[in-house]
């Protein structure tokens, strides 16, 4: 595919059309395709000369794959028994690089066959919105120069998220970095960092957290709130603080500071509100991401947005503006890339005048930090301030031959259901390979119940087999109406991590 799909000034082609998406990210992406799919004469601009987005050039893919990395370097080391080595001297930056890029290289161009067998008209530049139905492009292809004027009768927003900038944190690239971390192109450190300090125990913060120490990091986790990850189900979450702990995640909770800076060309230090100054190798500043708003000029024409800059849209997608609308990240939590390809998906249908039915199952949601976690549905907590009556079955990874042969059997698959009917109220995992099992929970959900998973023949040796253990203690419980304990995956952590 050559530069034909860009568009740039000067072009004859008109530049208007039935929809014009703004960002190339996984709800633009989608948003795109689906309305050309439904025969709208589409625009995708990015102000990106590459597309795709945070998550494939800083964010969801790259982290992966340094995640990948750190995981065959544990593996190994656990199979050779090698505790006495450097494990950081198992990673190279600059063939991680090149292994990204190589990634990189073919998603892009694998979106770039999709766009042009749509036949959407790729345009890079910087847009800001100026009204309904029109946008001011600058900077186009990214050199500099020109401008031009886009107008569509449907203008869909996906434009994500950037870091969040926090006053008096400089941040360098060399030992203080944002949330886009040694992926930047920014980055100016060359090796892998011997002592991390994580400001933030989120989503991002944390999967960096838990990279870095299977590598052999020191990890320490700065986080101002009390609770870590308060949305999962609270076995799960325990369980994987206490599993972090375990693999040398120092945490630091209802802990803040004062200041950032860098003491020399070697090293960063974080004072703590208490005087206690920590030093590290790096800081890695993940306190949130801030949306894109401010670049499309949406506060100059009157958007209403919600607390944080996000932008306020109703169940159709639909923004403040007649004739715009918005996805993905921009319109706020949970900024996952699969829900929102989702939402661009529904908002594009909206836009064009597609029914689209209401949602009625949840969506899954995972945490790649190690070990994975992965939920869909409504926790043990939620159930339980509901008022909702509910069973629950746990299997444990040490009772599966899979999780043996893998050489790691922490984890477990905790099914939450109505001990009335069967159907499932809740799947939450920690483990290994935690995102993939998810979805068999998630296709049971929506059209059967607890007595799929014993009723049917699982391939052994699996992980899946877990599914159909934790039915049948679950059963089990029922039948013999005794209560069951709590989760307890302390059995393979040392007792002075266990759970209280």
């Not at 082609?13 to 439904?38: I, K, N, T, Y």
């Not at 090149?98 to 770039?112: D, G, M, N, T, Y």
Request: glycine share 10%.
């Amino acid at each position: 595919m050559g530069d034909g799909m860009t568009k740039t000034a000067g072009h004859d082609e008109s530049s208007h059309f039935d929809v014009v998406v703004v960002g190339a990210g996984p709800a633009g992406q989608r948003a795109a395709m689906q309305a050309s799919r439904l025969g709208a004469h589409v625009a995708l601009i990015e102000r990106r000369r590459l597309i795709g987005g945070t998550y494939l050039h800083a964010g969801t893919i790259p982290s992966k794959i340094l995640r990948e990395v750190a995981m065959g370097i544990a593996r190994r080391r656990r199979s050779l028994y090698l505790a006495e080595a450097d494990p950081t001297s198992d990673l190279d930056l600059d063939d991680l690089d090149k292994r990204i890029s190589q990634v990189l290289a073919r998603e892009v161009r694998l979106l770039r066959e999709q766009l042009e067998a749509e036949h959407i008209t790729l345009i890079h530049g910087d847009a800001r919105l100026v009204g309904p139905g029109e946008l001011h492009l600058t900077d186009l292809d990214g050199e500099g120069g020109g401008e031009m004027t886009v107008t569509g009768r449907k203008i869909i927003l996906a434009a994500g998220t950037k870091p969040r900038q926090v006053p008096g944190i400089q941040v360098d690239h060399q030992a203080i970095f944002d949330s886009e971390f040694i992926f930047s192109p920014k980055r100016r450190c060359k090796t892998v960092p011997r002592s991390l300090i994580v400001l933030g125990a989120g989503t991002i913060g944390s999967e960096y957290a838990g990279t870095f120490a299977a590598i052999g990091c020191r990890v320490t986790i700065v986080e101002p709130r009390r609770e870590f990850f308060p949305y999962l189900d609270s076995d799960i979450s325990a369980s994987l603080r206490a599993r972090m702990s375990k693999d040398g995640v120092e945490f630091r909770l209802q802990t803040r500071f004062t200041k950032v800076e860098r003491v020399d060309d070697f090293l960063a230090r974080v004072t703590l509100e208490s005087g206690e100054a920590l030093e590290a190798d790096a800081v890695l500043v993940a306190l949130g991401r801030t949306p894109c708003v401010e670049e499309l000029g949406l506060k100059d024409i009157g958007m209403e947005l919600a607390p944080g800059d996000v932008i306020r849209v109703d169940d159709q997608f639909r923004t403040s503006i007649p004739g715009v609308y918005a996805a993905g990240d921009v319109i706020g939590f949970p900024c996952l890339a699969s829900i929102s390809a989702e939402q661009g998906r529904r908002a594009a249908s909206f836009a064009m005048g597609k029914e689209m039915p209401t949602r009625v199952n949840p969506h899954p949601f995972s945490i790649y930090t190690i070990p994975e976690v992965s939920m869909i549905g409504r926790t043990e907590q939620e159930l339980v301030a509901e008022g909702v009556k509910f069973a629950k079955g746990i299997a444990y990874y040490r009772e599966l031959p899979k999780a043996s042969i893998s050489g790691d059997d922490f984890g477990a698959v905790k099914l939450l259901f109505d001990p009335d009917t069967g159907s499932l109220l809740g799947v939450h995992i920690i483990g290994e390979q935690a995102s993939e099992l998810v979805h068999l929970g998630q296709a049971v959900m929506g059209v059967g119940t607890i007595d799929y998973f014993i009723d049917n023949v699982f391939s052994y040796p699996t992980l899946a087999e877990a599914y159909r253990i934790a039915a049948l203690n679950g059963l089990r419980g029922l039948r013999s109406e005794a209560e069951q304990d709590p989760i307890d995956l302390d059995s393979v952590l040392p007792l002075d991590l266990a759970m209280s």
